[in-house]
């Protein structure tokens, strides 16, 4: 059964204050892994996909990296409108259409 | 330009009373999901559609059903709900399983 643990649950930054957040995962053949950003009473927004140990993304302030256990979601100088839950799923070669979804990383940016 | 639509976005039911929510898509894919979100916790898979072919999670209760009568939309029936229903009931499209997900706003349910 696949497993994904993100860590911390909560993160709460300073404006300009670096960090990332990490997911740990157990998947029976990695077929991807996938950050998403939720706001409260939204549905999640997708950022990232990641296929194999060492890819990496960017998308703004927002770096994603993958080792063959875990990913992690880098945030550079995070910015208030950053504060969001970030969730990181997983799929599997056995988990049929099945994303195997973390209980997300809740940040919060203080100006 | 919303891709995936739910309608209502906030429903107050009573405990018992049947409730249809919806979901459509512009985006024509051929994987329409369907997930419960509890406060604070991950997202859980119910159900999906491949096209027209149903796929239903083992632990889905049977209160649960859902009807895709064509491409563009999708609909989560409640049979009975119970006051553990409430929760936020997100829907999801994508291109081909195991391709990245596209979710709607939600619909929040309180089951009273």
């Known amino acids: 059964e696949d497993q994904v643990t993100q860590s911390p649950e909560a993160l709460r930054l300073q404006e300009g204050e670096s960090s990332s957040l990490n997911c740990s995962y157990t998947v029976s053949g990695l077929r991807g892994l996938f950050w998403y950003r939720q706001d409260p009473g939204k549905g999640p927004e997708f950022l990232f996909t990641?296929?194999?140990a060492g890819e990496e993304k960017e998308k703004e302030r927002l770096k994603a990296t993958l080792t063959k256990k875990e990913s992690f979601l880098h945030i550079t100088a995070p910015k208030p409108e950053d504060s969001a839950t970030y969730l990181c799923?997983?799929?599997?070669?056995?988990?049929?259409?099945?994303?195997?979804f973390g209980e997300g990383t809740q940040l919060t940016v203080n100006p | 330009d919303a891709m995936v639509i739910q309608n209502p976005r906030y429903q107050v039911t009573q405990f018992g009373k049947p409730v249809t929510l919806s979901c459509s898509q512009t985006l024509n894919h051929n994987v329409m999901y369907w997930y419960q979100q509890k406060s604070s916790q991950a997202p859980k898979l119910l159900f999906h559609y491949y096209d027209k072919d149903f796929n239903n999670e083992a632990d889905t209760p049977d209160n649960f059903q859902s009807r895709r009568p064509n491409t563009s939309f999708c609909f989560l029936d409640i049979r009975s709900p119970g006051l553990g229903d409430t929760a936020m009931y997100l829907c999801?499209?994508?291109?081909?399983?195991?391709?990245?997900?596209?979710f709607g706003s939600g619909t929040q349910l309180s089951v009273l």
């Open positions: 990641l296929y194999s």
């Open positions: 999801a499209t994508s291109r081909d399983t195991s391709e990245k997900l596209f």
């Open positions: 799923a997983v799929v599997g070669k056995t988990s049929g259409s099945r994303l195997t």
